[in-house]
């Protein structure tokens, strides 16, 4: 079973920084993906950025410039960096891990970005 734990979400003006952090434990054997998903109330989830073991990486339309993902495989730890952050991303945002066992979410982290 996989683990994921997010953290640094908070509360953020229009225009400021967020980096997400999350890390992943349990019984992992190889991961094909993690990524970043998030979702405000009412809405669909909605995919923020994917990378895989190699590095390579995929961004949502609504953040490309802005967000970067990164990763850690030796300690399954993935990041996104958030600038130029808009109210509009305000949202959960979940980390996710793709492996044989399928697709594992975490808890989520909250990010209000207001002034």
């Known amino acids: 079973q996989v683990h994921l734990v997010e953290s640094g979400g908070g509360l953020v003006q229009p225009g400021g920084s967020l980096r997400l952090s999350c890390a992943a434990s349990?019984?992992?054997?190889?991961?094909?993906?993690m990524g970043w998903y998030r979702q405000a109330p009412g809405n669909q989830r909605e995919m923020v950025a994917r990378?895989?073991?190699?590095?390579?990486?995929r961004d949502g339309d609504s953040v490309k410039g802005r967000f970067t993902i990164s990763r850690n495989t030796a300690n399954n730890t993935v990041w996104l960096k958030m600038v130029s952050l808009k109210h509009e991303d305000t949202d959960v945002y979940y980390c996710t891990l793709d492996s044989r066992e399928g697709r594992s979410w975490g808890k989520g982290t909250q990010v209000t970005v207001s002034s």
């Open positions: 990378i895989t073991p190699g590095g390579r990486a």
């Open positions: 349990g019984t992992i054997d190889s991961w094909y993906a």
